[in-house]
């Protein structure tokens, strides 16, 4: 089986794959748009409601009370909560030490109340900021433990710490 080019029919045929490669290219380019368009409308509708979040974020975070840091507190020894004494130690909070009251204390969480009213979100985003050596400790249970502290519930915040050491 040969082919065989008729030369006169050589620029009909070339015409025609001429004409369907601009087709197909100007389809082509057609559905790219759409698609492109379309998520490009997604990006942006993402982008907005992201623009959202930070805002809430922000304005979340702005906290501009500034409480002395509390020091030298042992975590046996339960400080004194009466109406003078602004700053609890929040170490006696299971998980938290110096350096993480610290950093709490740098947000504007200097209280036992502030700390169980804090979004556990938020206190995973105080530790992922300060670096890697704090994002392995678990703040799920710090909100509920201060909740136990701003009560003055010792006897049940002992029984939660010690679940809480014993399931380490």
Avoid at 60 to 77: C, H, L, Q, R
């Amino acid at each position: 089986m040969s082919f065989q080019l008729d030369l006169q029919s050589f620029p009909a045929i070339a015409a025609e794959i001429f004409f369907l490669l601009c087709g197909a290219a100007f389809l082509g380019w057609l559905f790219a748009r759409l698609i492109i368009k379309r998520r490009m409308r997604n990006l942006r509708a993402l982008i907005e409601e992201k623009k959202f979040e930070l805002a809430e974020y922000r304005t979340f975070m702005k906290n501009p009370v500034d409480y002395p840091i509390a020091t030298n507190a042992s975590k046996t020894v339960y400080p004194d909560t009466s109406p003078d004494h602004e700053p609890d130690d929040l170490k006696l909070i299971e998980g938290i030490g110096p350096k993480i009251e610290e950093l709490l204390n740098k947000e504007g969480i200097h209280t036992y109340e502030q700390l169980s009213e804090t979004a556990v979100i938020r206190i995973v985003g105080i530790l992922k900021k300060a670096g890697p050596r704090f994002q392995i400790h678990d703040p799920s249970s710090w909100p509920k433990q201060a909740g136990y502290a701003k009560d003055k519930n010792w006897e049940v915040l002992d029984q939660l710490k010690i679940q809480l050491i014993s399931g380490k």
